[in-house]
């Protein structure tokens, strides 16, 4: 980490320095930057066979540890499972703030994934939407290698 915490004193009387270094390990690291290539990343459970998206490093259906080499490419097809309609959204400063028209979130689980993710749903009608309903990733034009490179999921 190149910058320095702030000092903070507890109570008033104790001072020190809160340095932080938090990673999301290999796996999600490379998750993330292979978002700019439009590629989504999951990980395979070496032990159980159970596969995550977004990866993690340690299956939590059998504790096996899950390595680089156990991470496999999914299609960007899914299926949604169940979905909301959301009036607000954060503002950025920890307040809701009323949204012109209500926005799907959808619960979709991706072709070759066993977890679900949550996703925005685009260019669908809420009247259309249910269980079982094909969908595929939307990809946000600018790509970063950043989660927000995906937009969200639209219908297949």
Not at 49 to 72: A, F, M, Q, S, W
Not at 125 to 151: F, S, Y
Request: charged share 25%; aromatic share 6%.
């Amino acid at each position: 980490m190149s910058e320095q915490s702030p000092i903070v004193s507890v109570g008033g009387k104790i001072p020190f320095q809160a340095g932080f270094n938090w990673s999301v390990g290999i796996l999600m690291e490379k998750f993330i930057k292979s978002l700019a290539d439009k590629k989504l990343l999951a990980a395979k459970c070496p032990g159980c066979g159970y596969v995550y998206v977004p990866p993690r490093n340690r299956c939590g259906k059998c504790n096996t540890k899950i390595e680089e080499n156990d991470l496999v490419e999914l299609s960007g097809k899914g299926q949604l499972q169940s979905y909301t309609l959301g009036v607000v959204k954060l503002d950025g400063s920890g307040n809701f703030e009323d949204l012109p028209t209500p926005q799907a979130i959808g619960a979709v689980k991706l072709e070759g994934a066993d977890s679900t993710v949550f996703l925005p749903l685009h260019d669908a009608d809420a009247e259309k939407l249910g269980k079982g309903m094909q969908v595929k990733i939307l990809w946000n034009d600018e790509l970063k290698g950043h989660p927000t490179d995906i937009k969200g999921v639209k219908p297949a």
